[in-house]
């Protein structure tokens, strides 16, 4: 038993490691193109989008590749293995008990399914709106002499606030 974990720990790390650095280098490769396609941009571009949001925006979606290349294939993996093994011994030792948990799996796949729309949707509008609060927090600190000097402080401070 002891050497069955063993195998099983080390070739998960191994994977874990490959799965990893595959999805490093695909999110270092994302930022690249990403930083070398805006430095191409006309300057009319950079007046239509918010400049300070671009480094957040970059690792946003350099992040979400990087999880959807590296983590996500191998928790799949984890869970469809998981589960056919599970169900196979669950057969093979108790088919009558493994038959009634089996009923069970339609309502918790639809309540599953219910709360991770839910969520996404709540993860999207808080990581739209820290974005935003990002590009006024940089862009107030970095002409932080002009707010001071013209007294609205309390003007960048509700800016910030609303987005949070």
Known sequence: MVACGAF???TGFFYWYISLKFADTMARRTKENFLE?????ESAWFDA???NELAARMTKESMSICKAVGEKPGLLLQA??????????GFTLGWSLALTMLAIV???????IIFSSAGATKFAKSLKAYGQSA?????????????????MESCEVTNYSKYL
């Open 37 to 41: 396609s805006v430095l191409k941009q």
């Open 135 to 151: 590009g006024y927090a940089e862009q107030a600190l970095s002409a932080i002499k002009v707010v001071v000097a013209f007294g």
């Open 49 to 51: 989008n918010n400049s």
């Open 106 to 112: 339609p309502v918790m796949s639809i309540v599953g």
């Open 80 to 89: 469809a293995g998981m589960s056919i093994c599970g169900l196979t011994i």
């Open 8 to 10: 099983v720990g080390l």
